[in-house]
T-cell receptor, first 111, second 111 residues
Framework: GQNIDQPTEMTATEGAIVQINCTYQ??????LFWYQQHAGEAPTFLSYNVLDGLEEKGRFSSFLSRSKGYSYLLLKELQMKDSASYLCAVTRRQAGTALIFGKGTTLSVSS | DAGITQSPRYKITETGRQVTLMCHQTWSHSYMFWYRQDLGHGLRLIYY???????DKGEVPDGYVVSRSKTENFPLTLESATRSQTSVYFC??????????FGPGTRLTVL
């Protein structure tokens, strides 16, 4: 079976650093995506991790540990526009690499 | 315009009516997907397609029909709409790096 867990809500202040965790139990695990979704909009791609380790992309970084079934998304120098839902999604080697999503973490950034 | 588009963006229909949601992509991606997004469930896969004339069921296919006669189009039909199918529907296509790109979504209300 598949199980993906991430916190429902998080709050932070402008300029701070926030870490959003995601744990998964997925048979045939292939890789892990992070998407950002603003209210009323489509998910947009942030990062994709296949190998263990940290991938840095500007203010956003994503980490994966395949042995622990764990990932996190790190957002630095938070801005108000970072208020959004952050979706953790895994792909499996089967099923045409369709994404299996967690329920998302809603991040609220205040000034 | 390049990218992935969906139509209509908003639709209100009545129980028992047939509704077709359209999805068009200009990248010539082989894989296309339909997801629905509901509060408390996150994004769930309805159907996916690996190529023209090749489709397969996802997690929640009941009540939906898909076709794919051309690579660029992947319509989703609700044969007899029910209130439980009120949702936001996202179409996506996948590039060669396994990254999925989402259309803007269709907000469907079934009365």
């Amino acid at each position: 079976g598949q199980n993906i867990d991430q916190p429902t809500e998080m709050t932070a202040t402008e300029g701070a650093i926030v870490q959003i965790n995601c744990t998964y139990q997925t048979s045939g695990f292939n890789g892990l995506f992070w998407y950002q979704q603003h209210a009323g909009e489509a998910p947009t791609f942030l990062s994709y991790n296949v190998l263990d380790g940290l991938e840095e992309k500007g203010r956003f970084s994503s980490f994966l540990s395949r042995s622990k079934g764990y990932s996190y998304l790190l957002l630095k120098e938070l801005q108000m526009k970072d208020s959004a839902s952050y979706l953790c999604a895994v792909t499996r080697r089967q099923a045409g690499t369709a994404l299996i999503f967690g329920k998302g973490t809603t991040l609220s950034v205040s000034s | 315009d390049a990218g992935i588009t969906q139509s209509p963006r908003y639709k209100i229909t009545e129980t028992g009516r047939q509704v077709t949601l359209m999805c068009h992509q200009t990248w010539s991606h082989s894989y296309m997907f339909w997801y629905r997004q509901d509060l408390g469930h996150g994004l769930r896969l309805i159907y996916y397609s690996a190529a023209a004339d090749i489709t397969d069921k996802g997690e929640v296919p009941d009540g939906y029909v898909v076709s794919r006669s051309k690579t660029e189009n992947f319509p989703l039909t609700l044969e007899s709409a029910t209130r439980s199918q009120t949702s936001v529907y996202f179409c996506a296509s996948r590039d060669l790096s396994d990254t999925q790109y989402f259309g803007p979504g269709t907000r469907l209300t079934v009365l």
